[in-house]
């Protein structure tokens, strides 16, 4: 007896250490956030009801609902929150719950106004919006540690709760940094435990130039242009956007605890929304924190995106990195807040191509997502986003046209899932191409402080690999450096302004290996320090890429190079290293003009069983350097496809999935026998198709 109550106990150990949240064969599920405080209670049940009519299979609730969580201090009310849980439960929703950090209520801004956030003007801010407090507060981290303790010892042990979501979009808006007593305290204590003495600190920040020297931490102010008469330390930009980005992790993590602590054993996963491509807040830093890894995506809000179409059908490029970003932490990701329609807060705000949000729920699919959900059921009759769409129309109950696209695409999985096939293996040739794109947040700063033109843009130049490699039907996983790389076949690292010897000790063994590295304009120049090397410049990639780097230029606005390949010319003005390639290393492409005519702009190198690519020019579309992606890939036996930039295929279980972001139809790549089990061949702007190779 003893011994079968000790395998018991360990089964439901092993169930709480690995809980099913995703079970595999359901692939993707998809939710919408709901709102109980903003609507009358008697209408709460038939918005329960019609949210699963609709197909939709969980409920987001609370995220911006402190005040009704907690009228008063210390006075919690939660049969409210209480009775919609139930009621999604009665209509087989599950629910996740949110910390209503993000909206701290009004008796607690008035009678503490120092966790309010300060500016880098020095204004304080007012009550009346959100994220309005200051994270580094350690009253305000009280005063949330409280709420989310009460709500954690109410709904923690709850079956019918299946996730949390910590905040919302973690950030300032466009207030981007707290500068507050509070922020700079909490920065000069994590100076003060990275560098340990003042000494160190003025070394690496170069205090001997414009003797900007510290005597101690405790001198040590945010790096402000507002209140500086020239440009602050790069370096102490630097530190300080690592800084903000490792508090943000760290509030995060701060949430998470105080729920697991309240966690039975049922075990609900753990998530915040982290705002795409947002640079300031890191979500590999919380990769040891969350269980499942979300963000906000709104594709449609006015921006001209490449084609006639692109204002209506969003940035495929933006879409998928983020999804290869999310997913390459532990497979469990997803957008939690996808766009339902037409929103209110862009310069533009116009109606996404009709199809076209079905389409995104369906490149989530083949992106390998396990959940999405949608902001929100009810379009709002008040507020500041009262023009935001949902997925009912403003009587509260008729399906808006994007609430019926969400319905389509819940339907399209369900049917989907019929096929699901447990074993079913990644083609090898569709493998073959996996490709590591790595990405530095560092080096992402530090360009930003010292871009050099205005005409670079780090987060572009990223996406004109990535659009390359898509093109090439690449599957690719989105990494940082602290994961291992050396299972990949390809790693593409652009832009890697920012090394230490480590990494380029990594990247060598990856390539003598076997490996294929392809590195970019700008990389190597600087220790992560944010200092040139006391070498020649960018020194430490020579032996990789068998040149050497004895200038670059950059070119006015108005003012476009040319460089040439094969045969053909391409436009470039942003970036261009200009190369001098040692004995035995190839030029594959050079410049076609000014005083460096006819000099090597890409070279390629072998080194041990692999090869390393160096491309140093940033050209104006990306067109270059997809010629030499797929010349690379496919002199390494890859076979790259040469898909229409825009239309992107995926495998994913099984399935492909084909989604048509460009302006024109495509067809898609499958076999003459291939089954469709969603969509066309013929895939028109804004459309999917799904099939299997059976």
């Known amino acids: 007896m003893r011994r079968l109550l000790l395998l018991l106990m360990a089964i439901l150990v092993l169930r709480a250490q690995n809980p099913d949240w995703f079970p595999k064969k359901d692939m993707l599920t998809i939710g919408v956030y709901y709102y109980p405080e903003a609507w009358p209670q008697e209408q709460w049940a038939r918005d329960m009801g019609n949210i699963r009519k609709l197909g939709m299979e969980y409920v ?4 911006f609902a402190w005040y009704f969580m907690e009228p008063q201090e210390g006075k919690y009310q939660f049969d409210w929150l209480e009775k919609n849980v139930a ?10 719950l949110c910390t209503p950090s993000a909206t701290p209520p009004i008796w607690l801004t008035r009678a503490h106004p120092e966790i309010l956030m300060v500016d880098a003007q020095g204004r304080t801010m007012e009550h009346g919006s959100r994220e309005h407090a200051d994270w580094s507060s350690p009253l305000y981290r009280e005063y949330v540690t409280k709420i989310d303790t009460e709500l954690a010892k109410k709904f923690g042990h709850d079956p019918r709760v299946w996730g949390w979501q910590i905040d919302n979009e973690l950030s300032h808006y466009g207030r981007r940094f707290s500068y507050s007593r509070a922020a700079t305290a909490k920065f000069r204590e994590w100076l003060k435990e990275k560098y340990g003495t003042i000494e160190r600190l003025n070394r690496d920040w170069g205090g001997a130039f414009w003797s900007t020297m510290y005597q101690n931490f405790d001198q040590i102010e945010i790096p ?9 330390s790069p370096h102490a930009v630097l530190d300080f956007r690592r800084w903000f980005a490792h508090e943000a992790a760290d509030y995060i993590d701060m949430q998470a605890k105080i729920i697991r602590r309240y966690q039975g054993e049922h075990k609900q996963w753990i998530t915040t929304n982290f705002m795409t491509m947002h640079g300031d807040v890191d979500p590999a ?13 709104y594709p449609v809000h006015g921006e001209l995106n490449e084609g006639p179409l692109g204002f209506r059908l969003g940035s495929a490029e933006q879409m998928s990195f983020m999804h290869d970003f999310m997913r390459s932490f532990n ?21 996404p191509l009709p199809g076209a949000i079905h389409m995104w729920l369906l490149r989530a699919f083949g992106a390998g997502a396990r959940l999405v959900c949608t902001y929100r059921y009810r379009q709002p009759l008040y507020g500041s986003e009262l023009y935001h769409k949902g997925l009912a129309e403003t009587d509260g109950v008729t399906p808006s046209p994007g609430g019926r696209e969400y319905a389509q695409a819940m ?102 290996n076997g490996g294929h590295l392809i590195l970019t304009s700008r990389t190597g120049q600087k220790d992560t320090r944010g200092h040139l090397w006391e070498a020649l410049w960018a020194a430490p990639i020579y032996p990789l890429i068998g040149a050497r780097i004895p200038i ?6 108005g003012v476009n190079g040319n460089v040439e390949a094969e045969g053909k010319r391409y436009q470039w003005g942003s970036w261009g290293d200009v190369l001098e390639p040692e004995e035995g290393t190839e030029v594959m492409a050079q410049y076609a003009d000014q005083f460096y005519a006819g000099r090597a702009a890409a070279v390629d190198h072998k080194l041990g069983k692999g090869t390393v690519t160096y491309i140093g020019v940033d050209t104006m579309d990306g067109e270059l350097e997809r010629a030499l992606l797929h010349r690379v890939y496919a002199e390494a036996g890859a076979s790259p496809a040469d898909l229409a930039p825009n239309f992107f295929v995926d495998w994913r279980d099984g399935f492909w999935v084909a989604t048509n972001f460009a302006s024109v139809p495509q067809e898609i790549p499958a076999a003459q026998g291939a089954q469709v089990l969603v969509g066309n061949r013929t895939v028109a702007p804004g459309e999917a198709t799904v099939w299997v190779d059976r």
């Open 60 to 63: 987001h609730m609370g995220e």
């Open 87 to 96: 009621l999604a439960a009665q209509n087989g929703l599950k629910v996740v």
């Open 224 to 232: 402000n242009e507002e209140t500086l008469v020239a440009d602050p």
């Open 285 to 297: 830093l919380s990769q040891k924190t969350l269980d499942v890894f979300s963000w906000t995506h």
């Open 331 to 351: 497979g469990l990701s997803g957008p939690m807040e996808l766009q339902p329609g037409q929103v209110n807060w862009g310069d533009v705000n116009p109606w």
């Open 411 to 512: 339907q399209d999985v369900v049917e989907l899932r019929k096929h699901y096939v447990a074993d079913a293996k990644e083609p090898t040739d569709y493998a073959a191409r996996r490709t590591a794109f790595l990405i530095s947040f560092d080096a992402r700063w530090d360009i930003e402080n010292h871009p050099q033109t205005k005409r670079w843009d780090t987060v572009e130049h990223w996406f004109r690999y990535y659009r390359a490699l898509k093109s090439m039907m690449a599957p690719v996983d989105v990494i940082t450096a602290d994961r291992d790389f050396s299972k990949y076949p390809f790693v593409v690292a652009p832009a890697y302004q920012l090394l230490d010897e480590e990494l380029v000790r990594r990247w060598t063994e990856y390539v003598q």
């Open 552 to 557: 670059y230029d950059v070119l006015p606005v």
